[in-house]
């Protein structure tokens, strides 16, 4: 841009020296119009290179947006998965426990005695994870998958105190 501004008023430079004084003010306003030309030209490039990077930004904006939610889409189908495998799970625990009340409700009274603190540790659990399961539900991207594996833990420990039920119980 300074070479386009340069080489008018070097060429002015050159002319009024050796020019009248009519040739020099032709010269003056020749060259006062060739460097308004060459303003108003660095402006047009001024202003299509503002507009370029406008358009550049909008276009890595929309990619970022697009980015986004597909990202959030891919976290949606995780969670929604997690959710449905907890369900089923929960679904199972809870018919599970609800053998062993039956089989201990006809058990011998110190079967019984013995197992109560065990069922109501399994209520307590079950309960836990009924509770993790409604936040899983609403969980965002952060926190979904811890609660997913908090479920997974208390499940386990679900299975493990209703092994040890029915091994008390005799089968």
Do not use: H
Request: net charge negative.
């Amino acid at each position: 841009m300074n070479t386009k501004l340069l080489i008018p008023l070097l060429a002015l430079g050159l002319l009024i020296p050796g020019c009248s004084k009519e040739d020099a003010e032709s010269t003056e306003n020749a060259v006062g119009d060739a460097i308004k030309g060459a303003a108003e030209g660095a402006g047009d490039a001024v202003k299509d290179a503002t507009e370029g990077v406008k358009d550049a930004a909008e276009d890595v904006k929309d990619a970022a947006e697009d980015a986004s939610e597909e990202v959030s889409g891919q976290f949606q189908k995780l969670r929604d998965e997690a959710v449905t495998k907890a369900e089923a799970s929960l679904a199972s625990a809870e018919e599970r426990l609800g053998e062993l009340r039956t089989k201990v409700d006809s058990a011998a009274a110190p079967i019984k005695a013995a197992v109560s603190p065990m069922l109501a540790t399994a209520d307590e659990n079950l309960n836990k994870v009924k509770a993790d399961l409604n936040e899983l539900r609403t969980a965002g991207a952060e926190g979904w998958s811890a609660i997913s594996s908090r479920i997974g833990e208390s499940l386990k420990g679900l299975n493990s105190t209703f092994d040890s039920i029915a091994s008390k119980l005799g089968g």
